[in-house]
């Protein structure tokens, strides 16, 4: 069983950046996809960005487009998500997970995610 534990969340001024961590134990991402969700409070949690096994894949959720970026090392077991250029809307807290699913313009929703951190909140305020 894979053990996940996100870091790098806080408070940040709009325009700002943020880089979340993910460190994966207890096994290895190697031959999963990983990805970012993230949940506002009354909202359902949303697909932010999926990066393939391989690497040769990388989805975005089109309000984070051109401001995030995905990237995964696995000779570290970590997951990371650059958030650049931040908005008060991208307040929420922010999972990782990892899965054997495919990377889609439409990213896979939780359901068919494996294996989930416990969150960081993430919140963009003047």
């Known amino acids: 069983q894979l053990q996940l534990v996100e870091s790098g969340g806080g408070l940040v001024h709009p325009g700002g950046s943020l880089r979340l961590s993910c460190a994966v134990s207890g096994g290895t991402i190697e031959y999963d996809a990983v990805g970012w969700f993230r949940q506002a409070p009354g909202k359902e949690r949303e697909g932010v960005s999926c990066?393939?096994?391989?690497?040769?894949?990388?989805k975005y959720t089109n309000s984070v487009k051109g401001r995030f970026t995905i990237s995964r090392d696995n000779a570290r077991n970590t997951v990371y998500l650059q958030m650049n250029s931040l908005r008060t809307e991208d307040t929420a807290v922010y999972y990782c997970?990892?899965?054997?699913?495919?990377?889609?313009?439409?990213?896979?929703?939780?359901?068919?995610?494996?294996?989930w951190g416990q969150g960081t909140q993430v919140t963009v305020s003047s």
């Open positions: 990066l393939s096994a391989s690497g040769g894949s990388t």
């Open positions: 997970a990892t899965g054997f699913v495919t990377c889609r313009e439409r990213i896979s929703p939780p359901a068919e995610w494996k294996s």
